[in-house]
């Protein structure tokens, strides 16, 4: 990966050039870059816009869409989402979550470099002023918020239930081996009980791990095979219906999961590698989605 040469952040953050040849935000902290290889607006596009087919279900929704939006960072998820539905009359409301707006911060004083916040940089500014923004833009009315907290004690406290319900989650978090608190099977559990159960909501994100997928399966969710993005030959996705999952795990990824060096969720905020237990098969496999 080439750098682009600007590396000017008190707070730990550079701009890097990715391998898609645009320009992307690096925590010097967590050393990982924001949306590697493909860049920030195309990897926002597959696995969120088109893979939750967001165009078509405001289409089709009245009312209010809430999305959820795990992992602000600098904001290119939302404003990739806001950009490509903007012809869409609607009423959306996005409820944006991270420990910090640091990043969003350097990267709204980098966004002639990062491209994507053309239009929208008054809003991004109100919003990391006032921690909630709202506008009109052609037909559509969007209200954000961002919850500036730890993601996983916010969910655990009881005031969560108070939180709107979601149609959809844009869960992106850093890896679990640099951290894991953000990957573990409590956290995915409370999140699916905050869910609204007759309100279809679907979460994809870029992981494909086994370890992943388990966690997600003994929460509660459907888990399917997510669309391809970047290096990635394929993501995950998961929902509360198995209505918005095209390709489901099926008993053959389950036998891969059995042999698998690394399938036991997290359990606790540390990341390790290992086999299933027997009680955490016995679990999976009496899963709805493989009766």
């Known amino acids: 990966m080439a750098e682009s040469g600007r590396v000017s952040s008190e707070h730990g953050y550079k701009l890097v050039r990715v391998a898609g040849g645009v320009n992307s935000v690096h925590s010097l902290a967590y050393r990982e870059t924001f949306h590697p290889v493909i860049g920030p607006v195309a990897e926002a596009e597959a696995l969120y816009v088109r893979q939750l087919r967001l165009i078509e279900r405001l289409r089709q929704h009245s009312g209010e869409f809430v999305i959820w ?15 490509a539905t903007e012809a869409v009359p609607s009423s959306l409301r996005v409820v944006s979550f991270d420990q910090t707006l640091e990043p969003l911060a350097f990267a709204l004083n980098h966004a002639e470099e990062l491209g994507y916040f053309a239009g929208y940089e008054e809003h991004v500014a109100e919003l990391v002023a006032s921690r909630q923004v709202s506008f009109a833009r052609g037909g559509r009315y969007v209200q954000w918020q961002v919850h500036v907290a730890d993601f996983p004690r916010l969910l655990a406290e009881p005031a969560a239930t108070a939180l709107p319900k979601p149609h959809a989650v844009m869960f992106d978090a850093f890896s679990p081996a640099r951290n894991p608190a953000m990957w573990t099977q409590p956290l995915f559990a409370r999140l699916y009980q905050l869910l609204d159960p007759v ?23 459907f888990v ?47 990341y390790r590698q290992e086999r299933l237990s027997g009680d955490t098969w016995e679990k999976l496999r009496q899963h709805r989605q493989f009766l």
């Not at 391809?228 to 099926?250: F, H, M, Q, V, Y």
């Open 69 to 83: 939006d795990v992992g602000l960072g600098a904001a290119a998820n939302v404003l990739t989402v806001l950009r």
């Open 199 to 221: 309100r279809a909501c679907a979460l994809p994100t870029y992981s494909r791990s086994t370890l992943f997928r388990v966690t997600l399966l003994l929460a509660g969710f």
């Open 224 to 270: 399917g095979v997510g669309h391809a993005t970047g290096e990635k030959e394929e993501t995950t996705i998961a929902a509360n219906t198995l209505d918005l999952i095209s390709e489901p795990l099926d008993r053959k990824w389950l036998e891969r999961a059995r042999r698998s060096t690394s399938a036991e969720p997290l359990w606790e905020a540390v």
